[in-house]
């Protein structure tokens, strides 16, 4: 029972360096989302994908690339990482665009 | 501008004692709002989601109410336990989720 799976789970960067982040579903959702946790700021919601085949921005979406490439799976690309995108990401999917959520474990990732 | 304030501050307890943790929000119209717990290290689960025609959710030793006239959520924990410490976050729903940052509660024995 997998629900939500992201890798890599840590991640260290230099700045400038470019990475992707996986996520995955088996659930069979339509909705899925990249979320960032900083400590005090709660949950920002970056990019999601209300359906296969479609992406928006969200509320922090600058120096981020999404890709939803299939029902199952949606990626957060950062082209050439920076200190400030140092935080805690968290990938989540839902049954429809405003239902419940469910997330994964994070990836922690940090930029020096 | 929108905003979703929760407790400030973290909340201490003593285990059987009832946590009342607040979620406010301005410029939102929600249609429902949610509740979630993060454990350190963890995502965050989804505890409870109550809508705006609703005045009072339960679910075992939790209960939420929702004041659309005073913008305003109370989440309630009763008879609390040392498993209940957690980061319990509020979430509105516009026409997609927005959280708050949440307010950590620790239960002592």
């Known amino acids: 029972n997998a629900g939500v799976t992201q890798t890599p789970k840590f991640q260290v960067l230099k700045t400038g360096q470019s990475m992707t982040l996986q996520c995955a579903q088996d659930?069979?959702?339509?909705?899925m989302y990249w979320y960032r946790q900083d400590p005090g700021m709660g949950l920002r919601l970056i990019y999601y994908?209300?359906?296969?085949?479609?992406?928006d921005k969200g509320e922090v979406p600058n120096g981020y690339n999404v890709s939803r490439l299939n029902k199952r799976e949606f990626s957060l690309r950062l082209e050439s990482a920076a200190p400030s995108q140092t935080s805690v990401y968290f990938c989540?999917?839902?049954?429809?665009?405003?239902?419940?959520?469910?997330f994964g474990e994070g990836s922690r990732l940090t930029v020096l | 501008s929108q905003k979703i304030e929760q407790n400030s501050e973290a909340l201490n307890i003593q285990e059987g004692k009832t946590a009342t943790l607040t979620c406010n929000y301005t410029?939102?119209?929600?249609?429902?709002l949610q509740w979630y717990r993060q454990d350190p290290g963890r995502g965050p689960v989804f505890l409870l989601l109550?809508?705006?025609?609703?005045k009072e959710k339960r679910k075992e030793r939790l209960k939420v109410t929702f004041d659309t006239t005073l913008k305003q959520s109370l989440f309630h924990i009763t008879a609390s336990q040392p498993a209940d410490s957690a980061t319990y976050l509020c979430?509105?729903?516009?026409?997609?989720?927005?959280f708050g940052a949440g307010t950590t509660v620790t239960v002592r024995a």
């Open positions: 989540a999917s839902s049954p429809g665009e405003s239902g419940e959520l469910f």
């Open positions: 659930m069979n959702h339509n909705s």
């Open positions: 994908s209300a359906s296969e085949g479609t992406t």
């Open positions: 410029n939102y119209s929600p249609a429902y």
């Open positions: 109550i809508r705006e025609n609703e």
């Open positions: 979430a509105l729903v516009n026409y997609k989720l927005s």
